[in-house]
């Protein structure tokens, strides 16, 4: 099975020409996380990739995320497996990206 990193879910989920992109990469207290922004020509972000990894892991998180967002759609993904999370793993739960969200409910946003 192919890893979908942030770089492999950028290639497939291109928006076109006329587009730029910007990336990057930081560390929060317990995620590294890495990022890709689609701008359009007026400035305006239209889709982003982005994943999320326990700096340490079992440490201090266990999960691992990847996290795609179109318009005004969202997904995210997540694995406990200590490797890059991928559109394969089933999605994270909406408790995972909003504090008060329902565990019952994926992180789906439409």
Same mark, same amino acid.
């Given at each position: 099975?192919?890893?979908?990193?942030?770089?492999?879910?950028?290639?497939?989920?291109?928006?076109?020409?006329?587009?730029?992109?910007?990336?990057?990469?930081?560390?929060?207290?317990?995620?590294?996380?890495?990022?890709?922004? +689609?701008?359009?020509? !007026?400035?305006?972000? *239209?889709?982003?990739?982005?994943?999320?990894?326990?700096?340490?892991? =079992?440490? %201090? $998180?266990?999960?691992?995320?990847?996290?795609?967002?179109?318009?005004?759609?969202?997904?995210?993904?997540?694995?406990? +497996?200590?490797?890059? !999370?991928?559109?394969? *793993?089933?999605?994270?739960?909406?408790?995972?990206?909003?504090?008060? =969200?329902? %565990? $019952?409910?994926?992180?789906?946003?439409?």
């Amino acid at each position: 099975m192919a890893d979908r990193s942030v770089q492999a879910c950028w290639r497939e989920n291109r928006l076109g020409d006329g587009y730029t992109t910007s990336s990057g990469s930081f560390r929060s207290y317990c995620f590294n996380i890495e990022y890709r922004f +689609e701008t359009n020509k !007026a400035g305006e972000i *239209d889709a982003f990739v982005a994943t999320g990894q326990p700096v340490i892991y =079992g440490e %201090c $998180r266990v999960r691992n995320y990847l996290i795609e967002g179109h318009g005004y759609s969202l997904k995210m993904y997540a694995t406990a +497996e200590n490797r890059h !999370a991928t559109t394969s *793993d089933p999605p994270a739960r909406m408790c995972e990206l909003e504090d008060l =969200g329902d %565990c $019952r409910i994926p992180a789906e946003i439409d």
